[in-house]
């Protein structure tokens, strides 16, 4: 696994930030996040500078029948180990404040670690769902994946206790002696358990589109945080966000897909120039949203709202 990354703030970044705090002051702001704001957690990225190739599993194969399952499943238990382990950073720490402090009335995030509510994030929308939670496909019965954990030690005590593992994004591990792995089935029905996310070649359930759409509405400006917007499913928020013309900022190491819709883009580490963002709009004191725009629901979480 590669460890945290740290990135020097360049002059040019510093600029941008400048510009960037100059265009989100004063503004109800929306946060959307990808992989980026989480490796410094110890979460691997797809498609960061360093990231190596990977391929992970499509919905249609996970589908395709036990073999495949037996695999996914596997390494998904021996990824959990770090996944399970990983803990709030910076980053994650200072989107939370922005919210406190009234700057940002939402996050929308593509992650799947529930790292946003453990930093205090309190309107999250798991878009991708959540890897802490496991789905049944058959009946929808929804279990935690901390019992599941315990079932599948059960059923296959001491698997890959003696290897170092490598763990991949989302949780899966890259380890290939899956053989003889026993897999779990659904305590209430039998059938087939997939952890509640949403898999490369699935979409995500049309309701929840429409719920981030109304926050982009909602939004003033957009901040982008750690996210190559490669995949559609982040992507069409910035592009909504730049058809109503309000300003959507990017923090990102590395290209976006939608740079060429930013109106500043600031190229750095997210813990750092996050909290500094942070700190700057805070010094501003400019309090953007008020209880009214907040899209909470009775447990805090946008999610929640019908
Ligand atoms: N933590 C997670 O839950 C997790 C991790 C990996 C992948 N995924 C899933 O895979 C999909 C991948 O899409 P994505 O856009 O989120 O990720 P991505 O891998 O496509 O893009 C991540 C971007 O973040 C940048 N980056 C990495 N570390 C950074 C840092 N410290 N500071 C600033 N930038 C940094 C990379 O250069 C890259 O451009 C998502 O849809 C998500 O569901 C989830
Ligand atoms: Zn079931």
């Known amino acids: 696994m590669r460890g945290p990354t740290t990135t020097a703030v360049t002059l040019d970044?510093?600029?941008?930030?400048?510009d960037a705090v100059r265009v989100l002051r004063g503004r109800r702001i929306l946060v959307l996040t990808g992989a980026g704001v989480s490796t410094d957690s110890g979460i691997p990225d797809y498609r960061g500078p360093d990231s190596p190739p990977r391929t992970p599993m499509m919905y249609a194969e996970f589908r395709s029948g036990e073999p495949?399952?037996?695999?996914?499943?596997?390494r998904s238990h021996l990824g959990w180990r770090t996944l399970g382990r990983a803990t709030p950073n910076d980053g994650h720490r200072a989107i939370a404040a922005l919210e406190t402090d009234g700057h940002a009335f939402a996050v929308i995030t593509q992650n799947v670690d529930g790292l946003h509510?453990?930093?205090?994030?309190r309107s999250v929308v798991d878009l991708h769902g959540r890897i802490s939670d496991v789905r049944c496909l058959d009946c929808g019965d929804?279990?935690?994946?901390?019992?599941?954990?315990?079932?599948?030690?059960?059923?296959?005590?001491?698997?890959?206790?003696?290897?170092?593992?490598?763990?991949?994004?989302d949780g899966d591990a890259v380890f290939e002696a899956v053989h003889g792995f026993r897999i779990a089935d659904c305590r209430a029905c039998g059938g087939v358990l997939k952890p509640d996310v949403v898999f490369f070649g699935e979409?995500?359930?049309?309701?929840?589109?429409?719920?981030?759409?109304t926050l982009v509405e909602a939004a003033d400006a957009v901040l982008v945080a750690g996210s190559s917007l490669t995949v559609l499913s982040g992507f069409r928020?910035?592009?909504?966000?730049?058809?109503?013309?309000i300003p959507v900022v990017i923090v990102n190491r590395g290209p976006?897909?939608?740079?060429?819709?930013?109106?500043?883009?600031?190229?750095a580490g997210c813990s750092q120039t996050?909290?500094?963002?942070?700190?700057?709009?805070?010094?501003?004191?400019?309090?953007?949203?008020?209880?009214?725009?907040?899209?909470?629901?009775?447990?805090?979480?946008v999610d929640a709202v019908g």
């Open 237 to 245: 928020f910035a592009r909504h966000a730049a058809s109503r013309s």
């Open 68 to 74: 495949a399952r037996q695999r996914y499943w596997a």
């Open 274 to 301: 996050l909290s500094r963002l942070a700190g700057a709009l805070r010094e501003t004191g400019a309090h953007a949203t008020g209880p009214g725009v907040r899209m909470a629901g009775p447990t805090g979480a």
């Open 203 to 213: 979409n995500v359930p049309k309701p929840k589109v429409e719920r981030c759409y």
């Open 13 to 18: 970044s510093v600029a941008n930030l400048t």
């Open 142 to 169: 929804l279990s935690s994946r901390r019992d599941l954990r315990a079932r599948l030690d059960a059923l296959n005590p001491g698997f890959g206790t003696d290897v170092e593992i490598e763990t991949a994004p």
């Open 256 to 267: 976006t897909r939608a740079d060429d819709l930013a109106t500043v883009r600031v190229d």
């Open 117 to 121: 509510q453990r930093a205090g994030s």
